[in-house]
């Protein structure tokens, strides 16, 4: 047990790491507490149920996500005045945050964003979950992708956000493939490889929308 740390965060600690591996469903509150090394009781009592400590897991670094990305975000709108700010620089600031968090944060965050891959694809947790934690701030992007892009559809944007979204679930995902896939040519681990690529990728996807005739 870590004694510099609160029993608080020795349960989320322990939890987003089981959750990680095993899903939601695979997880009981005395596995989360064994591998605390807590007494079961008390994560009833700083918690509740289980739904609870998975609500507690996924707060804690979606506000620090969300905090960061919306600040990048402000900049770069700022950086731009009186112009709409640079889409690549908008996509940037969308995904820099996780990108950084994930290949400088530890271990921690690396489970917390196969998490958030699983819940993506969950097709019973994943438009609740990923509703009440994240549409707020995607919509603030698509708001600003918006005004950089005035002659483009709305339905475009979010199918555009859409694709963005099933390419950060597959990176952060924790799996091989692209190290399989390639031959070993490419690695899933190697994010400084991701983020030179992800952006100018993903920036033309949304310019194939742009200004449609």
Not at 106 to 134: D, R
Not at 163 to 181: V, W
Request: with cysteine; glycine share 8%.
């Amino acid at each position: 047990m870590d004694k510099t740390k609160s029993t608080k965060d020795l349960i989320l600690d322990a939890a987003e790491k089981l959750f990680a591996i095993r899903g939601f469903y695979g997880v009981s509150i005395r596995q989360i507490t064994t591998e605390a090394g807590v007494d079961p009781a008390l994560a009833s009592y700083h918690f509740g149920k289980k739904q609870d400590i998975f609500n507690a897991v996924m707060l804690r670094r979606a506000e620090i996500l969300n905090r960061e990305r919306i600040q990048m975000l402000d900049d770069c709108i700022r950086r731009a005045k009186p112009n709409p700010a640079p889409l690549h620089e908008i996509i940037d600031a969308f995904t820099h945050a996780l990108l950084n968090r994930s290949n400088k944060g530890g271990e921690g965050w690396k489970s917390y964003f196969a998490i958030i891959a699983q819940i993506n694809n969950h097709p019973e947790l994943g438009g609740v979950i990923m509703t009440q934690y994240f549409d707020p701030l995607a919509k603030k992007f698509i708001a600003a992708i918006q005004a950089t892009m005035p002659g483009s559809q709305a339905e475009d944007l979010y199918w555009c956000y859409h694709f963005l979204s099933g390419a950060l679930t597959l990176t952060f995902s924790g799996t091989e493939r692209i190290s399989n896939l390639s031959g070993g040519l490419c690695h899933a681990k190697n994010l400084d490889a991701v983020h030179e690529r992800l952006v100018p990728f993903i920036t033309a996807g949304f310019e194939a929308f742009k200004n449609p005739s």
